[in-house]
């Protein structure tokens, strides 16, 4: 079975698309083959991270997007397969430049989530995703599977949360971060008492640290002391590059001249992939 | 696209709220306009008449009624085409039943919005 990891946290702009973007082309250019999913809403982040949202949604626009990430949960998803063949599941998957291949987002995530309310029975309302990766992904053989969640609890959360089972949650140097934290773990513990699914908290990766602050520096420390099995090896320097590279659909690694921040971030990205890769293998 | 995969893709297509909402609110405004011409028909304020200008469907239509056995052919293929029983057909039920038919394949909604006008029309004063 590929390792799965999903990056989770209940609260938007703490990095979960970048991290999941540079933790994939880490663990690619490390030899692992690397499949990157995005469930984390319709704008469709993560392909814009690699430059490939426009053909995303090109075809979106002219309705030939389908099937797609969101037509995987549904009740015909096996029919489908079976009248399209390999084909259907190959529909999905978009190759990137950097060595990592990603199934993009669809604005059917949207309506999606509420047809999941409707399903009455919690474990079929949040196992669709799981069983379509254990059915229909594990068998084209990725060493790592890494999903993008929504930056909120919804059923399409508890889906990526149910599959994975191990939670990257990376954190900016903040009071909100760390109390988020606090109330992921307690609703980790509640999936795990409730539904009988253990749902680990792989990593806590420290994220846009500007380590010039004093603040920063008391902010990782306490992480460090509340999460020291989860806490990530290197924090992820605050860089202007890692914007700049995202907006121009490509992360630091495809970088030509990285600035010393940057090149700080790759150096964290790498240990911390290889650090994850290691935990979530342990399972 | 065989037919059975397009259906398979419109019954497994999800969407955006905010442009479901839009259809929803769409067809919920055609819906009023329908229930409201339809009282007027009761009313006897319009009639129940529609009419075209067409030149080849009036003399394709008046031809047919020269080759009764055709327009026979015809009206069954239709009613079967939607589904309906197998029954009698006529000038004016040939061209209903192709409105019909056109309309459902053009667009599913506005035969949901008729369907809906004339039931409420109908269970109104129950």
Request: charged share 30%; hydrophobic share 40%.
């Amino acid at each position: 079975m590929s390792a799965r990891v999903a990056s989770f946290l209940d609260k938007g702009g703490t990095g979960k698309t970048t991290s999941i973007a540079h933790l994939g082309v880490a663990l690619a250019e490390q030899g692992h083959d690397v499949l990157l999913i995005d469930l984390a809403g319709k704008q469709g982040d993560l392909a814009k991270s690699f430059g490939v949202w426009e053909n995303v949604q090109t075809s979106i626009e002219g309705d030939d997007a389908w099937p797609n990430i969101s037509t995987v949960f549904d009740d015909a998803w096996e029919t489908i397969v079976e009248k399209l063949g390999d084909e259907a599941v190959e529909e999905l998957i978009v190759q990137t430049d950097e060595g990592v291949d990603l199934i993009p987002a669809h604005p059917g995530l949207d309506t999606l989530d509420a047809e999941l309310g409707n399903i009455d029975d919690a474990s079929d309302r949040y196992s669709r995703f799981q069983h379509f990766l254990d059915d229909y992904i594990d068998p084209l053989g990725y060493d790592a599977i890494l999903i993008d969640l929504p930056g909120m609890t919804t059923n399409v959360t508890y889906n990526g949360l149910w599959a994975a089972q191990n939670v990257l949650a990376p954190v900016e140097m903040g009071p909100f971060e760390a109390e988020q934290v606090g109330a992921l773990r307690e609703d980790l513990a509640k999936v795990e008492a409730n539904f009988d699914i253990s749902v680990d908290l792989a990593m806590v990766l420290p994220n846009k640290v500007d380590s010039r602050t004093k603040l920063a520096g008391e902010y990782l420390d306490a992480y460090q002391e509340e999460y020291p099995e989860a806490i990530a090896p290197e924090y992820v320097p605050s860089s202007q590059d890692i914007r700049n590279a995202t907006e121009q659909g490509q992360s630091i690694f495809a970088l030509e001249n990285p600035s010393g921040t940057a090149r700080e971030a790759r150096e964290a990205y790498r240990t911390n992939a290889e650090a994850l890769i290691e935990r979530v293998s342990e399972d | 696209m065989d037919d059975e995969i397009e259906e398979l893709k419109q019954q497994t297509s999800q969407g955006d709220r905010l442009d479901e909402a839009n259809a929803e609110q769409n067809r919920h405004a055609l819906k009023s306009s329908i229930l409201e011409e339809l009282e007027r028909i009761e009313a006897g304020d319009e009639q129940k008449v529609v009419s075209v200008w067409d030149g080849p469907m009036a003399a394709l239509v008046r031809a047919l009624e020269k080759h009764p056995d055709q327009l026979e052919k015809l009206g069954h293929s239709l009613q079967d085409e939607l589904g309906v029983d197998e029954g009698e057909v006529d000038r004016s039920e040939v061209i209903r039943l192709a409105l019909r038919l056109g309309l459902r394949t053009a667009s599913t909604e506005v035969v949901e919005a008729t369907r809906e006008a004339v039931s409420d029309q109908a269970t109104k004063n129950l």
